[in-house]
């Protein structure tokens, strides 16, 4: 007995371990002779999945032909591992194979079929393909599905030249289901598989289908998908970012979010961008969220116009934080946010716009900037409200410039109107770019319009005490500028000289005796000269 003859005797063996071994020796050595595919095709009837595993891929390796009758009721086994193998046995054989599977497709129920379908996307070629395209007509939505998904890999794996007999089986299926009326579950298959095909000339048929509102919902969603892939290395086109954005507005819910992760998965241009537009506002806030989304990971000067649109727009405030959300911190975003804040009136608009627009601020260009800050300036100068966001706006871009303008407009407004250029230098003195001349001139206009009460409670709360006192800790000739300051009167001299006597500081004493100089005969000398005298009592 040769050797060959020993190791197809082992599969008759008791023991499960010896079978296995044999059957994985005998297709390592792709053994020949007589009883060797016999041998192997009879320990798959054993019921051990294990032990058909090896069984069928040692025939797979010998020649599985003969033991075809075997292998075929494996296809359909509820092991995956041993359905797997089964299937890979089958393909083994060839071409050969294809008119046995095409004879069986025609009795074989809807588990068996799947089986078979598998077995010929495993076995490739033109004939399997062809074959397993043709009997997508006569199977049920399910199994027609499992036979596209089946087939990806060969696809993906083909070269040019089965592509496009690929292309062309699939076309004259779908061009036979259209004059017949085919059913739609194998019209979705079929065209499930041209997306496979990543082949762009297959964007005219896909359009067809995407487009067709009388074609079963089921085909229309298998078309919007298959875009993904035959554009997967190309930019879409215009017709079919149309559409898309038309199956987005679809009633159909489910084929609009198929539309919109579609158009989230191609490499869409700036152009996309305005046709974006309607779903960015789209009732489905849903829909809407997710071209807001895609937008901002667009990019671009036409997606963040549509942003910046869809901001000062909305009155709904997920729309407008979603808007937000996509344009934040984009440079070329800068423009179309700075003309929209310009010609924002509603203030809470205006928040918004330049809660998205501070952080870029410093990339406005200095027209804009100067009309924001003079639009800022305006209303401040009116004392309208409003002006806020406009003048953060122009202060985070220049501040520099912003505190020129506060301090000129307030020294203007001092002589018109002293209560708006209190406002106007309490702005500006909360700038880093305020100076203690600025501060200085606040504490005049604030003194200029106090009470000028001495009693204890009422100086505790008088503003333009506590910045003069500021400015002693910091070194500033409060002394000096209160003497020079020609909007001031004697009455003011003694009401700060009286409140810092009263803190035994130097200042006050100063200024008292300044009003003693000064006042001459008058009420207030009489009243300095007391107070002085207290002081030294």
């Not at 395209?133 to 199977?139: C, E, N, P, Q, Y």
């Not at 979705?188 to 487009?211: C, H, Q, R, S």
């Not at 199956?247 to 992760?261: F, G, K, S, W």
């Not at 205006?350 to 870029?360: E, F, H, I, S």
Request: hydrophobic share 45%; net charge positive; aromatic share 4%.
């Amino acid at each position: 007995m040769s050797e060959v003859g020993k190791i197809v005797g082992l599969l008759k063996s008791d023991a499960i371990e010896k079978k296995i071994a044999a059957a994985i020796v005998l297709g390592e050595l792709k053994a020949k002779g007589p009883g060797v595919v016999e041998g192997l095709a009879a320990t798959l009837e054993s019921g051990v999945p294990l032990l058909q595993v090896h069984a069928l891929d040692a025939l797979a390796r010998v020649g599985a032909k003969k033991a075809l009758p075997q292998i075929f009721p494996l296809l359909s086994q509820h092991d995956d591992d041993v359905r797997r193998a089964a299937t890979r046995a089958v393909a083994s054989v060839g071409e050969e194979v294809v008119p046995i599977i095409k004879e069986k497709m025609g009795s074989a129920g809807p588990e068996e079929r799947r089986a078979l379908d598998a077995a010929l996307a495993e076995l490739g070629g033109k004939d399997a393909f062809s074959a397993l395209i043709k009997g997508l007509a006569s199977s049920d939505a399910e199994a027609a599905k499992a036979a596209a998904l089946a087939v990806r890999q060969q696809i993906k794996n083909a070269d040019g030249n089965k592509r496009r007999s690929y292309l062309a089986e699939v076309e004259r299926f779908l061009d036979a289901q259209k004059k017949k009326a085919g059913a739609a579950g194998a019209i979705a298959a079929a065209v499930k598989i041209l997306g496979y095909l990543e082949d762009e000339k297959t964007i005219p048929t896909l359009l067809a289908y995407a487009n067709d509102e009388k074609a079963d919902p089921s085909v229309r969603q298998e078309a919007i998908i298959a875009f993904r892939f035959a554009l997967s290395k190309d930019k879409p086109s215009a017709k079919v970012v149309d559409t898309l954005v038309k199956a987005a507005e679809a009633p159909d819910r489910t084929l609009a979010q198929t539309a919109l992760h579609t158009l989230g998965s191609l490499q869409v241009s700036d152009d996309t961008a305005k046709r974006l537009e309607k779903i960015a506002l789209h009732p489905d806030f849903a829909r809407a969220s997710f071209v807001l989304d895609l937008l901002g990971r667009m990019g671009g000067a036409a997606a963040s116009s549509v942003l910046t649109k869809v901001l000062v727009s909305t009155a709904d405030r997920r729309y407008a934080e979603a808007a937000a959300n996509g344009i934040a911190g984009k440079e070329e975003a800068v423009p179309a946010l700075a003309k929209a804040l310009l010609e924002a009136t509603n203030p809470d608009r205006a928040w918004v716009l330049a809660k998205v627009l501070r952080p870029t601020a410093k990339k406005i260009a200095p027209a804009l900037r100067k009309q924001l800050l003079e639009e800022a300036l305006d209303r401040l100068g009116k004392g309208e409200r409003n002006y806020e966001a406009h003048l953060d706006v122009a202060r985070d871009a220049d501040p520099d410039a912003v505190a020129d303008a506060l301090r000129a407009l307030a020294g203007r407004l001092r002589k018109k109107d002293e209560n708006k250029a209190r406002v106007v230098l309490s702005i500006l003195c909360k700038m880093d770019r305020a100076t203690n001349d600025d501060r200085y001139a606040l504490a005049s206009l604030e003194l200029s319009l106090s009470n000028r009460d001495t009693r204890p409670a009422s100086r505790a709360g008088d503003e333009s005490l506590r910045i003069l006192g500021a400015l002693l800790r910091q070194g500033f000739d409060v002394a000096k500028s209160l003497k020079k300051d020609r909007a001031l009167e004697l009455d003011h001299l003694y009401y700060v000289g009286f409140h810092f006597t009263e803190l035994n500081h130097p200042l006050g004493e100063e200024l008292l005796e300044e009003v003693v100089k000064k006042g001459g005969r008058a009420k207030v000398a009489k009243m300095a000269k007391n107070k002085l005298a207290l002081a030294e009592a």
